[in-house]
Nanobody, 120 residues
Framework: QVHLVESGGGPVQAGGSLRLSCAAS????????MRWFRQAPGKERDLVAQ????????YYADSVKGRFTISRDNAKNTVYLQMNSLKPEDTAVYFC?????????????WGQGTQVTVSS
């Protein structure tokens, strides 16, 4: 069992930056690939970024490529999402997720989500 808690969301103006953090409980954090999803009102939950267990490989959705950076600190059981050059269309609830599947969309555990609101 993995318990995930996101933090770092909030309001920000377009062009600004935020860093989301996701703290995981348990001693098996390094066994999971980690993913960030987001869900805007009335839309599906979409994969934004993912990182492998070791942190050696990352993936980004085209909409955030070059602006967002995912990273992890296995010693701190934490995954991060650095978001730069934010746009109003980045407004969404952002969810952290853990997966035993190294790559893809599968999720074994979800966090509760953190709201990001980007104003123009």
């Amino acid at each position: 069992q993995v318990h995930l808690v996101e933090s770092g969301g909030g309001p920000v103006q377009a062009g600004g930056s935020l860093r989301l953090s996701c703290a995981a409980s348990g001693r098996t954090f390094r066994s999971y690939a980690m993913r960030w999803f987001r869900q805007a009102p009335g839309k599906e939950r979409d994969l934004v970024a993912q990182i492998t267990r070791s942190g050696g490989s990352t993936y980004y959705a085209d909409s955030v490529k070059g602006r967002f950076t995912i990273s992890r600190d296995n010693a701190k059981n934490t995954v991060y999402l650095q978001m730069n050059s934010l746009k109003p269309e980045d407004t969404a609830v952002y969810f952290c997720a853990a997966s035993t599947t190294g790559w893809g969309n599968a999720v074994d555990y979800w966090g509760q989500g953190t709201q990001v609101t980007v104003s123009s």
